[in-house]
């Protein structure tokens, strides 16, 4: 995206552009693992879009997919990005220790951040996926639970 080659020019002319580089790169190697989850299930990838503080992977699929097959590819992400947190970890010793702690911490930031139930995040739609899964797709949310929570 246009405002990520914004942020790499404001970044680097502020002396940020390691944590910046560093923050992109975690960023990519998220966005890598849902791609890498989708491939294995045969489904293609139709756009990958970088921005300055997340990203986004777009596929090719019908719109009513399978559930686990969505949960899968949910999960590639945040197990790409731990992976890499493992990587790191094992090769700490050849790595800056600034450097090592600011990807340590941005690996952690990012990770949680995502995980939030917000929609659009990793967090809000596997939430979302786990409501689908639990309430009938017919029945609105706000009527299925007063049914069950009051007894009906």
Known sequence: HFTTYIFLLISFLAGRFETSFLLLFIII????????FASVININASNIIIYAFGGITKYDIPLNINISKEFFILLGGPLFQLLLLLLINELGSFININTYEKFVYLNKFLFSF???????????????????KIFSYKTP??????????GF
């Not at 190697?29 to 890498?36: K, M, Q, R, S």
């Not at 917000?118 to 996926?129: A, M, Q, S, T």
Request: proline residues 3%.
């Open 141 to 150: 949310f706000c009527f299925e639970m007063i049914k069950r929570f009051a």
């Open 29 to 36: 190697f998220h966005e890598l693992g849902h791609l890498l």
């Open 114 to 132: 995502n995980l939030l139930p917000i929609l659009n995040l990793d967090g809000g739609k596997f939430v979302n996926l786990l409501l689908n």
